[in-house]
Every structure is written in structure tokens, then in C-alpha cells.
């Protein structure tokens, strides 16, 4: 089995944190954008959990606009309900000036559907996230502390679905009519229906409309981003659950279903793994024996995948202070896994030599 190696991890572009509800993701996402910041790397953390999981750890006010929290550190905290509201009025004031006063009350009722049509807000959230992944000049790594799996899986639901998203909003099977005819009269020729078909056929903002060629522009935003997050050298995504059979369960689905998209995983790591000495204490010696069976089975069934352990701490991860020593036992965790299988490297070329 391979250790997960922090250095390789951090030299990722796009890293994401996924796993079950509870696990550890939001401890480990942000001790990791610690130790990226700490050595060099401009990183900026992400969460797109409306819970505010950022600012509760590092007790500090965090929002849509990015806050350095550290040298080499900015955080940022995404509302998908905000995000839903700032996207539906761009589109307004894009397309408001291009129709005509009779139509306005259409067009008001065609975004007022799609405010609340299903996958609005995580389309939205998309959108930003697209802008987020677009911001080479600024940071040299993006950490995602993501929503649970089946949100995090929908968001990568690669590329299709982000195209259909993005193209979906303005054309929707309940659109109104007069909006359709609108649109088809602004760009002659275009498939209403299915208005980002063929995208290869063209160039960006070749379409000359006003309406179309933002719709161009996020369509071209979606496949940057969808081409990044498959692209395993800048992105992946690293899993933590904890040594139980649901999470272990529900880890298996996940990186099944990234990896068959196509998307890199660095690694699984099992958080708050009981110590040793458990084994002397009345019932956690039943824990412990249960964490050992999940444990064996997860290397069983990840063994391609690299793995690690994190051991279970006398405190929560609270304050800067408590994200700066659990990242430290997270460094020593994974920089010591790496140091080990380097010695062990050498050992066996040395006994060979
Ligand atoms: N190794 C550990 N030892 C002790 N406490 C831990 C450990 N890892 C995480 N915790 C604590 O467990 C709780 C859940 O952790 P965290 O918030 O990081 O999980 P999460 O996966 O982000 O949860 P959610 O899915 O709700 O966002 C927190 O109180 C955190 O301080
Ligand atoms: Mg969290």
C-alpha cells in the first residue's frame, strides 16, 4: 500500500477534500492550506458548504470575497443561495437591455422559475467556482473544502452535465415561449434547444450576440474548468473518512465513480483512528477491533490508491491554534509515511547492494 506524499499532494493546482458528513474534511482542508501557504504556495481555501465550516475553525468572519487569514493563505466562504442570487441578476442585466419592454415581464418570470428550478443554486455555485479555478495570476493552489460526496459528486458531474447547466438556465424545456423567440431572433440559426451544440465548430464569441456571447464565454469557463479537473496533473482529490463501515462504503462509491470520469485521487485517508492503548480500555477495545477490520478492508479495497491514518486527538480542531497543531500531526503523519518509505527504499537497496 502507498503512503499519500504531502509534497506531491501540494503541488496540485486544484485539490479537493471530499468525503462523508462529519469526517474530518473541513480539519483537513484547512490544515492543508496551512502547510501549503507555510511553504510558499499562494493557496486560497474554498468552501461551498452553507454551514460556514470555515469560519467556525478558524474563528474568524469569512464570505464571498476572498480574506487573507495567513501569510500565503485566503479563505473564502461561498453561500450557494447568494451565489444563485448574484448569477440570476447578471443574466438580468445582461440580457434586459436587448429586450423589448413588452418582453421584460417574460424574461422576469423565466429567471423568478429558475430561481427555483432543481440545480439552480449548485449551478450557480459552479459558476463561481469556474471564476475561482480561472484565477491562475493569483494563487498557485486552490483547496476545496467540499460538501459532502453526493453534492461534490453532482458538482463533477464532468462536462456534460456542467455544459447542460450552464446552457440549461436559458433554455429550459418550461421556458416561456416569447424568451425563445427572443433568443432565436438575436441569434438566427441557433438551435434553441440545445444552444452550446457544437461548440467545437466555433470560435469564442463568434456568435456576435449580445446575449450569446456571455453564454459563449461561461461555456468556454466550463470546459476550462472541466479540462483542469481531469487533468490529473493539476487536479485531485484527496478522501477522508473514518474507520467505519459507511464511510467506507460510501468512500468506495465515490472514487469508483470520480475515477471513471477521470479524475485523479491522491489518496484516502482514515481520520480519528483510535491509538493503541485503546486496547486496554473497556469498550473502545471493541472500537479499536472494529477500526482494524474497516482499516484492513480499506486497503484491500483502495490498494491502488495511496492511503494514510490519522489518529484520533484528546481535542476538537478549534482556533488557529488547534488547525496549526493538527496540521502539524497531519505533516508529521504524511511527511513521516514519506520518510519511512524513502528509508525503506534505501534499506532494501542497500540489503540488495
Ligand atoms: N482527528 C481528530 N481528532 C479529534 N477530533 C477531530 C479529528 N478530526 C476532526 N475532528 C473534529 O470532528 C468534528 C468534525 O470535523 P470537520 O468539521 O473537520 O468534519 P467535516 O467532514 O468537515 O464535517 P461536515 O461534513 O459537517 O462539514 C470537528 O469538531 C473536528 O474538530
Ligand atoms: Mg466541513
Known amino acids: 500500500m502507498a503512503s499519500i506524499d504531502l509534497q506531491s499532494l501540494l503541488r496540485h493546482r486544484l485539490l479537493m477534500v471530499g468525503g462523508k458528513g462529519g469526517v474530518g474534511k ?16 499562494r493557496t486560497l481555501l474554498v468552501s461551498t458548504d452553507p454551514a460556514h465550516n470555515l469560519s467556525d475553525i478558524f474563528q474568524v468572519p469569512l464570505g464571498p470575497d476572498s480574506k487573507t487569514i495567513a501569510h500565503n493563505l485566503d479563505a473564502v466562504e461561498l453561500s450557494p443561495e447568494r451565489e444563485l442570487d448574484e448569477y440570476l441578476e447578471s443574466i438580468r442585466k445582461q440580457m434586459l437591455p ?15 422559475s429558475t430561481r427555483h428550478s432543481p440545480g439552480a443554486e449548485e449551478a450557480a455555485l459552479l459558476e463561481r467556482i469556474t471564476y475561482l479555478m480561472d484565477q491562475r495570476e493569483e494563487y498557485d493552489l486552490l483547496i476545496f473544502d467540499t460538501a459532502p460526496t453526493g453534492h461534490t459528486l453532482r458538482l463533477l458531474s464532468l462536462p456534460q452535465t456542467m455544459a447542460a447547466w450552464s446552457a440549461g438556465l436559458l433554455a429550459q424545456k418550461q421556458r416561456s415561449k416569447g424568451l425563445a423567440s427572443l433568443l432565436a431572433h438575436l441569434d438566427p440559426g441557433r438551435d434553441i434547444n440545445n444552444p452550446l451544440a457544437e461548440p467545437e465548430k466555433r470560435q469564442p464569441g463568434a456568435s456576435n450576440s449580445p446575449v450569446l456571447a456571455p453564454m459563449e464565454a461561461r461555456e468556454q469557463r466550463f470546459r476550462r474548468a472541466a479540462k483542469c479537473l481531469t487533468d490529473t496533473t493539476e487536479s485531485t482529490f484527496l478522501f477522508v473518512m473514518t474507520p467505519e463501515r459507511l464511510p467506507l462504503l460510501e468512500t468506495g462509491r465515490a472514487v469508483k465513480a470520480l475515477s471513471e470520469k477521470g479524475v485523479s485521487i491522491a489518496g484516502v485517508l482514515c481520520n480519528r483512528v483510535l491509538p493503541p492503548q485503546a486496547e486496554t480500555v473497556g469498550f473502545l477495545k471493541a472500537v479499536l477491533h472494529q477500526q482494524r477490520t474497516v482499516l484492513a478492508e480499506s486497503e484491500r479495497v483502495f490498494k491502488k490508491i495511496p492511503q494514510g491514518q490519522l489518529a484520533l486527538m484528546e481535542n476538537a480542531v478549534a482556533g488557529r491554534e488547534g488547525v496549526e497543531l493538527f496540521a502539524k500531526e497531519l505533516e508529521q503523519v504524511l ?16 540489503a540488495a547492494g
Open 98 to 112: 436587448h429586450v423589448a419592454v413588452g418582453m421584460r415581464p417574460a424574461l422576469e418570470r423565466q429567471l423568478q
Open 335 to 350: 511527511d513521516g509515511a514519506l520518510k519511512q518509505s524513502v528509508e525503506a527504499g534505501r534499506s532494501s537497496a542497500d
Open 26 to 41: 473541513t480539519s483537513i482542508a484547512a490544515s492543508l492550506a496551512l502547510i501549503a501557504a507555510k511553504r510558499g504556495r
